[in-house]
């Protein structure tokens, strides 16, 4: 064997394994680009004439083809890590929080910062919390008092006494 087909050989090999990264690696970035360039080198080097060029192609795209499936397989049953996914999972023991406990704020009351229609901001004892009104409209500034907490969602209606907009 001369130089160039050991030198062609290399670079399809080197392609392969690069464009098998860039199967698991999100996006298209420098594994993707750099298999390109070493198939295009290794087709430049091995090939003799234009009909073996397209034959190394053909193969080439059939060999991705089946790596792209052996990837995809070994994905889909856990046995290659993909770096997309998070396999951790974050619980409450290990003070992870979503939100905290506004349970706290029921029956509290507070002045509508924006109208409520029926989803928008109200000052509570001098903080702003995104709030939802029981599906009546409340203008700006009327005074409301926190009538049910569901996680995060605030959901108020207008205090009693004050004169309800609609």
């Known amino acids: 064997m001369e130089w160039m087909t050991i030198a062609g050989i290399i670079l399809l090999a080197a392609g392969f394994v690069l464009a098998g990264i860039e199967m698991v690696v999100p996006g298209f970035s420098?594994?993707?680009?750099?298999?390109?360039?070493?198939?295009?080198?290794?087709?430049?080097?091995?090939?003799?004439?234009?009909?073996?060029?397209?034959?190394?192609?053909?193969?080439?795209?059939?060999?991705?083809?089946?790596?792209?499936?052996?990837?995809?397989?070994?994905?889909?049953?856990?046995?290659?890590?993909?770096?997309?996914?998070?396999?951790?999972?974050?619980?409450?023991?290990?003070?992870?929080?979503?939100?905290?406990?506004?349970?706290?704020?029921?029956?509290?009351?507070g002045v509508a910062v924006t109208d409520l229609r029926p989803a928008g901001v109200a000052d509570i004892e001098g903080i702003s919390f995104d709030v939802l009104s029981k599906g009546n409209y409340i203008l700006k500034g009327s005074r409301i008092e926190i009538v049910k907490v569901e996680g995060a969602k605030l959901v108020v209606q207008v205090c009693k006494g004050e004169m309800e907009n609609e």
């Open 30 to 109: 420098v594994p993707g680009i750099s298999a390109i360039i070493c198939f295009i080198a290794g087709i430049f080097l091995l090939a003799d004439s234009v009909v073996e060029a397209a034959l190394i192609t053909i193969g080439i795209l059939g060999l991705l083809g089946i790596l792209m499936a052996v990837i995809l397989f070994l994905l889909s049953k856990g046995k290659l890590k993909s770096p997309i996914v998070l396999d951790e999972e974050q619980n409450r023991e290990e003070g992870y929080l979503s939100s905290g406990d506004l349970n706290y704020l029921l029956g509290k009351q």
